[in-house]
């Protein structure tokens, strides 16, 4: 019998945890499994747009915004922060707001990451010399990168509500589709276990490739840079297994999508303590903010585990 991780966690908790506790972790696992966490995942939404705003608005301001372009992920942030908090609280502002935000955020990332290309480019050698422009010039997958809370919003905006758990009529919708599911519906349902563990691929090698060059141009100083370089191709790999296999998906990824999510804790810190202990330190948070270690950079790949393990915990698609 294939092992599943929800049911395994869900006898954990009725095992282990007093019945307040018990009932609330096996309802959280509950709406996770049948894809009823909507409001959940829009307040997620809305404070990973807000870093994720925060951290190129400050790596913009170095760049003196010398293009236009260069202030659209900045207002589309508050604009995607705004339509996860109303998809909080709102059922159609969930569906329509939020969903249409979220596809033009995701659109802006990919032509922020054709300039990022474009000014690698363009720097003395260009593409002849690939490593010195790529380490020296606009991280070129930082666009891409902050897409992620976009592609939230967007897997959100066709999740059912909380109290959806147990409506008669979704019960029905469910049955009544049988085998001719789409992808809408595998969403709206929680199946989408692979499609999720191939989307943690993705965005496990962005981030991945963003800390290789990152820590690549202060010689890896500390030991601890080593770990998100490290731990990117097990995050890979156990994605892409994922993809093929259930028992891989409910195991190895679960486990190795949270040491990503821990170092990604640990790396925020450490970058916390870099800002702290420049000249200055606190008495200038701005300007050590804006020349010390990227503060938001380690919580992008920290939400790489975060979607490994989201994964583990949802249905297969039946496709």
């Known amino acids: 019998m ?53 951290e190129v608005g400050y790596e913009h ?12 992920p900045v207002m589309l942030s508050g604009a995607l922060a705004c339509a996860g908090l109303s998809g909080a609280f709102n059922r159609l502002a969930a569906r329509t707001v939020l969903r249409w935000v979220s596809i033009v955020t995701l659109a802006d990332g990919i032509v922020g990451f054709f300039f990022h290309v474009r000014g690698v480019a363009r720097k ?25 809370s976009a592609y939230l919003g967007l897997m959100a905006s066709y999740l059912r509500r909380e109290e959806d758990l147990h409506d008669v009529r979704g ?23 692979k499609h999720l563990s191939a989307l ?14 990152s820590h690549y141009k202060t010689n890896f100083r500390y030991k601890a840079q080593w770990t998100p370089v490290l731990l990117t191709p097990l995050l890979m790999a156990s994605g892409l297994g994922a993809v093929k296999s259930r028992r891989i998906a409910n195991t190895v990824l679960p486990a190795v999508s949270a040491l990503a999510l821990a170092d990604g804790a640990v790396g925020f810190f450490y970058h916390a303590r870099g800002i702290v202990r420049r000249p200055g330190g606190v008495k200038k948070p701005l300007y050590n903010i804006l020349y010390g270690p990227p503060i938001f950079a380690p919580l992008l790949f920290a939400a790489c ?7 583990s915990l949802l249905r297969r698609e039946r496709k």
């Open 2 to 54: 294939t092992f599943i991780l929800t049911t395994a966690l869900e006898r954990s908790a009725n095992r282990n945890l007093p019945a307040p506790f018990s009932t609330a972790a096996t309802t959280a696992l509950e709406h996770l499994r049948e894809g009823c966490f909507q409001r959940s995942l829009c307040l997620i939404v809305a404070a990973t747009s807000v870093a994720s705003g925060l």
């Open 61 to 72: 301001y170095k760049g003196s915004y010398s293009n236009p372009v260069m202030y659209t």
């Open 124 to 148: 003395p050698g260009g593409w002849s010399l690939p490593v010195t422009n790529i380490v020296m010039g606009p991280p070129i997958f930082a666009p891409l990168l902050f897409g992620t």
């Open 171 to 193: 019960l029905l919708a469910s049955w009544h589709e049988g085998g001719n599911s789409d992808w809408r519906s595998d969403l709206r349902y929680g199946r989408f276990q």
């Open 200 to 213: 943690t691929v993705l965005w496990a090698f962005f981030s991945g490739f963003e800390a290789l060059y």
């Open 305 to 311: 585990g975060f979607l490994g393990i989201m994964a």
